[in-house]
């Protein structure tokens, strides 16, 4: 039977450059939970206003700050209330900059900030299709926007004021996922790639390392009886606790929770410690050839 990603626990209770932890890359390429259960996000008392599903559009699924550019999508209000909104994540971005780089400095001048987001509404009760539905196990692939590899480091944090845990699933190590799924996943069609992005269906050239983690995340969702009975187990994870994954190399599902903030960066495989250790690695090493 296969073994269950790891949770690994740090004791930090700062976000600044002198926490007691540093240089975990080996832990978090290795596909494991960073864990820091006495790690807050502590927001002003303007700032608790938010922590209500009211600030977030019904049509958005999450509020968040788009980089560069620094562009607040997703939320309603007034422009002062937006603009304190704005700050709070843009806040919560730099921390996380500033953490990652400690605990990561091998990744110093190669982490891209990605999108910087505020989920206020309860995951728990969100009607969606098969394929868009979070609490079913999978990893992070995106038929619209192909990484071709490149990873997607996230920092979470509960920012609950009632007590309620964000809960979580975790599954099976990446390679013994893919090697479950990897027989029954063909090669993309010829040409399919150069379509899908003539169509602006993708926003750029779909890699078959796109292909193989979109099928994996498809085929994890709709197996009903992988969900199930695969190996997994919960984790609770506590208002004011930070947690780290790879979320393209971490099965993962949110099973219920309220208020929280999520910090994407994005890194080049190349830039890893392992490179080897990376998804695409991976599959390149089970299939015994490159992937391009």
């Known amino acids: ?33 960073v864990q820091f259960a006495q790690l807050p996000f502590v927001l002003t008392p303007n700032e608790r206003q938010f922590l209500d599903p009211r600030w977030a ?53 190669h982490l891209r900030r990605g999108n910087s987001s505020f989920r206020p509404v309860n995951v728990a009760g969100r009607e969606t299709s098969w394929r868009k539905d979070d609490t079913r196990l999978h990893v992070d692939a995106f038929p619209s926007n192909p990484m071709q590899g490149t990873r997607l480091l996230r920092v979470f944090c509960n920012v609950n004021p009632n007590g309620q845990a964000r809960q979580w699933r975790v599954g099976e190590p990446f390679e013994a996922h893919a090697k479950r799924y990897l027989p029954q996943i063909g090669r993309p069609l010829p040409g399919s790639a150069w379509l899908l992005e003539k169509l602006h269906i993708t926003k750029r050239r779909r890699t078959e390392c796109d292909h193989l983690m979109l099928k994996l995340h498809d085929h994890a ?72």
């Open 1 to 33: 039977m296969s073994s269950i990603t790891t949770i690994r626990d740090f004791p930090d209770s700062t976000w600044a450059d002198d926490g007691p932890t540093r240089g975990i890359e080996s832990v978090i390429e290795a596909g494991e939970v």
């Open 57 to 109: 559009d019904a049509k958005a699924k999450n509020i968040s700050v788009r980089w560069p550019a620094n562009e607040l999508r997703g939320a309603v209000g007034s422009a002062q209330d937006l603009a304190a909104l704005q700050a709070m994540i843009g806040r919560y971005a730099e921390q996380s900059e500033a953490l990652a780089l400690r605990l990561f400095p091998h990744y110093r001048g």
């Open 221 to 292: 969702k709709a197996d009903a009886e992988f969900q199930r009975s695969s190996p997994q187990t919960r984790i609770d994870f506590a208002p004011g606790t930070t947690w780290i994954v790879f979320s393209d190399q971490v099965l993962h599902a949110a099973m219920g929770g309220q208020h929280m903030l999520e910090q994407t960066f994005y890194l080049d495989v190349a830039h890893q410690q392992q490179p080897e250790s990376s998804p695409r690695g991976t599959l390149e090493r089970l299939l015994g050839r490159e992937l391009r």
